[in-house]
């Protein structure tokens, strides 16, 4: 709001909010006393309350795509956004809203404050409609907690079969894997799955601890031998940087990942979003000097923690993905790492033009490591 061209926020979900401010400034309404809004009016900032969650997500609308020009958006994604899609263009998804966990770093509990799941009927005609209208492939789904409801999940998966659609799909933001058995993996492959990340985020227990994640580190190794044992392709997100950890967290950190036995590892700085709990530690430990840094993100990171300066931090990273990639290579060069991370995947020759793909992603990824954080 100190921004000059902001006369109006919108906090939480924005359907109904949005609505209401059309229809006001269609009737020259003012706008400054809106539920759901934060406000500029009479030289003053007006903090209204957040609006009532939208109970049913099912009496929404599906996405007015036809007002969008979905040709920019769906065009040359391979070479943008998603070099590892096994089919393209790729449609965006959500099936639910919210979270159960708390995740230290994360504002998603306070965005959208409690998990609310989608009929999986209509979010299956979703992608009926993606695919008709516009040649949808293949669908990413973003949910924050996609296994929050199992029952969903198989739902899901079930009416996909039923319905004898030809899709392939997964999920960027990862599925917890301590939710993630493999009687379930299993359907979901069976319907179109084929790429799971599981957001780990690290392999020290101090730092779990600190950041809420709920992870036991010795089944979630068994998770991900069960998924590459059922052919889905594995990737894992580091995340590090936490304001108390120290060089030897980060590396001891890595090095479970190393011994995981994931096919690929996005790794990524910790940011202190607005809202999130880990804002409020930055801002104790006097690590937001100068306020919030519009030019930091997750890849190159402008924070100090600490123990580390941000150069430090972003060494690291360059240091932790090359590595990876080296061990990934040479694993590649023995009869187990070939099984385990190419030949256990091909089921069809969808398959193994995917596998020749992604060697030659790989190689590439090798040379700029910082590309794998799109896998």
């Known amino acids: 709001m100190d921004n000059p061209h902001v ?49 049913d997500l099912d009496a929404l609308p599906l996405p007015a795509y036809h007002l969008l020009k979905m040709d920019l958006y769906l065009v040359n994604q391979r070479r943008s956004i998603f070099p590892f899609a096994m089919r393209t263009p790729v449609g965006f998804m959500i099936s639910s809203r919210g979270c ?45 907690c996609f296994l929050g409801d199992l029952k969903n999940v198989k739902a899901l998966c079930e009416e996909i079969l039923k319905r004898k659609i030809d899709i392939k799909w997964s999920v960027p933001p990862g599925l917890p894997v301590w939710r993630a058995e493999e009687d379930l993996l299993k359907l979901m492959k069976s319907s179109g799955f084929y790429r799971v990340c599981f957001p780990i985020e690290s392999g020290c227990e101090k730092t779990l601890k600190f950041i809420r994640k709920p992870v036991n580190l010795k089944k979630a190794r068994e998770t991900i031998v069960s998924a590459n044992r059922l052919g889905l392709w594995t990737y894992g997100n580091l995340v590090f940087g936490f304001p108390y950890e120290t060089e030897d967290d980060i590396k001891d950190s890595f090095q479970y990942f190393l011994d995981s036995g994931l096919d690929m590892l996005s790794v990524y700085i910790c940011q202190p979003y607005a809202g999130s709990d880990l804002y409020s530690v ?34 690291l990273r360059s240091e932790i993905l090359s590595r990876f990639m080296r061990n990934r290579l040479f694993s590649l060069l023995t009869p187990r790492g070939l099984y385990l991370h190419l030949i256990s995947k091909i089921r069809s020759t969808e398959d193994l033009l995917y596998v020749i793909r992604i060697l030659v992603q790989v190689v590439k990824a090798s040379i700029r490591s910082h590309s794998l954080s799109y896998f």
């Open 100 to 144: 159960h966990f708390n995740c230290i770093f994360c504002s998603t509990s306070k965005m959208f404050r409690k998990f609310r799941p989608r009929n999986p009927n209509r979010v299956v005609d979703e992608i009926e409609y993606l695919m008709k209208e516009y040649g949808v492939r293949e669908i990413a789904f973003q949910d924050d």
């Open 7 to 55: 006369d109006l926020i919108v906090r939480g979900e924005g359907e109904h909010v949005m609505v209401e401010i059309a229809e006001r400034l269609k009737r020259g309404e003012p706008l400054h006393d809106i539920e759901g809004t934060v406000a500029k009016f009479e030289g003053k900032i007006v903090e209204n309350p957040l609006r009532e969650l939208i109970s």
């Open 282 to 315: 930055y801002k104790e430990e006097g690590l937001l000097k100068g306020g919030l840094k519009t030019g930091s993100y997750l890849f190159k990171t402008q924070y100090d923690s600490k123990n580390l300066t941000a150069d430090e931090l972003n060494s």
